[in-house]
């Protein structure tokens, strides 16, 4: 009885093996689609731009305030719209809090460029440290893909890993210093208008291209460290 069970199962092996079946531990979070949750999706940050743009335009023609009024009053025209939609209430409704914050400011200080301070500043302080992980040797995308795996993997053994959360960290942080330097300079010579368009620019197309860089890291370490581990102890097994 024992011959005839095992070359059933041993039938079945085969087959798995060879229609690429083979049992493999999926990763906690897919790891792009977390991301692209976590920005709303594409059409996220798309939504996110629009306030600013209106307020940059509307504050021209009327007062501070009302600008404010206004800018908000789109966020969370915005944000319904996206829960209709279907998305999720935080990131439908995170557009508003921070429309909300940057009016504060800017109705505190009595200035409209100051609508985009915290962005300015939040910019800079994410550069640093980002740049300060690559100086450690530590580059954040790949902590943040271990902790999405478990974070049991050697990544930083693996040149592989590394490289690529290397130049995926790197581009991360270059996008934040060009987002920092573009507002600056705009905030700087007092242009409204310029802070807005700098906000468009190196925000929604150059997080697309950073985002599009990531994920092509945490695939390379997906590949390197879980996908050929797996089948490296399939086949030992």
């Known amino acids: 009885m024992a011959d005839h069970d095992t070359v059933p199962n041993v039938a079945r092996h085969t087959a798995s093996e ?3 079946d083979t049992a493999r531990p999926e990763p906690p979070v897919e790891v792009k689609q977390a991301m692209m949750d976590s920005m709303g999706g594409p059409s ?4 996110s731009a629009l306030p600013v743009v209106v307020f940059a335009t ?4 009327v007062p501070l305030p009302i600008a404010i009024g206004v800018s908000i009053a789109v966020a969370l025209a915005l944000a319904v719209f996206r829960m209709w939609r279907g998305e999720q209430f935080m990131a439908a409704i995170g557009g508003v809090f921070g429309v909300a914050v940057a009016g504060g400011v800017a109705a505190w200080t009595g200035s409209a ?3 985009f301070l915290i962005g300015i500043w939040a910019a800079l302080v994410a550069a640093v ?9 530590r580059p954040l995308t790949g902590v943040i893909w271990n902790a999405f795996h478990g974070g049991t993997h050697p990544w930083r053994q693996d040149k592989t890993s590394l490289r690529a ?3 995926a960290t790197l581009t991360v942080t270059a ?3 060009a987002r920092f330097v573009a507002s600056q300079w705009f905030y700087l010579t007092d242009s409204t208008t310029g802070l807005a ?3 468009t620019v190196t925000g929604f197309p150059l997080t697309a291209l950073a985002a599009v860089v990531v994920i092509w890291a945490f695939r390379r370490s997906t590949k390197s460290l879980v996908q050929d581990t797996d089948a490296n102890n399939t086949t030992e097994a």
């Not at 996220?44 to 939504?47: C, R």
């Not at 509307?58 to 023609?61: G, S």
């Not at 440290?129 to 040797?137: E, F, G, H, W």
Request: charged share 10%; glycine share 6%.
């Open 18 to 20: 060879a229609t690429g």
């Open 44 to 47: 996220g940050m798309l939504y």
């Open 58 to 61: 509307v504050v021209a023609f």
């Open 113 to 115: 460029n100051d609508f």
């Open 129 to 137: 440290v980002t740049l300060a992980s690559l100086v450690v040797r």
């Open 165 to 167: 959360h290397d130049v």
């Open 175 to 177: 996008v934040f210093a």
């Open 197 to 199: 368009v700098a906000d």
